[in-house]
C-alpha cells in the first residue's frame, strides 16, 4: 500500500459556451456595485484521494474525469496532484 495523495479535478466550461450561472452572478455583482469585474465563469471541482502513482493512476485519472466527472462535449478539465 502506498502513501495517500490527493488529485484535485477543476471542470470548467470550455471558451464559448454560455454559462448561464456566471453570468447570472456577474449581473449580481453589478448590481452591487461591483463594477471592475468583468465577466464570471462559474466551475466545479473534485478531490480525488488515491493510493497509487505512475502513468497508470495518471490514465486512470484522464480516464475518469473524461468519462464521469466532465462532459468533454462542453466542459475541459484539469488536474493538480498533491502529496
Known amino acids: 500500500m502506498g502513501d495517500k495523495k490527493k488529485a484535485i479535478v477543476y471542470v470548467r466550461l470550455k471558451d464559448g459556451v454560455l454559462d448561464p450561472q456566471g453570468v447570472t452572478i456577474h449581473k449580481?455583482?453589478?448590481?452591487?456595485?461591483?463594477?471592475d469585474f468583468l465577466s464570471v465563469r462559474s466551475g466545479k471541482f473534485f478531490e480525488l484521494e488515491i493510493?497509487?502513482?505512475g502513468a497508470e493512476i495518471d490514465r486512470q485519472i484522464d480516464e475518469v474525469c473524461s468519462k464521469l466527472l466532465s462532459n468533454p462535449v462542453i466542459e475541459n478539465?484539469?488536474?493538480e496532484k498533491k502529496g
Do not use: T
Request: hydrophobic share 50%; net charge positive.
Open 51 to 53: 493510493n497509487a502513482n
Open 28 to 35: 449580481a455583482l453589478m448590481q452591487m456595485g461591483y463594477k
Open 77 to 79: 478539465f484539469s488536474v
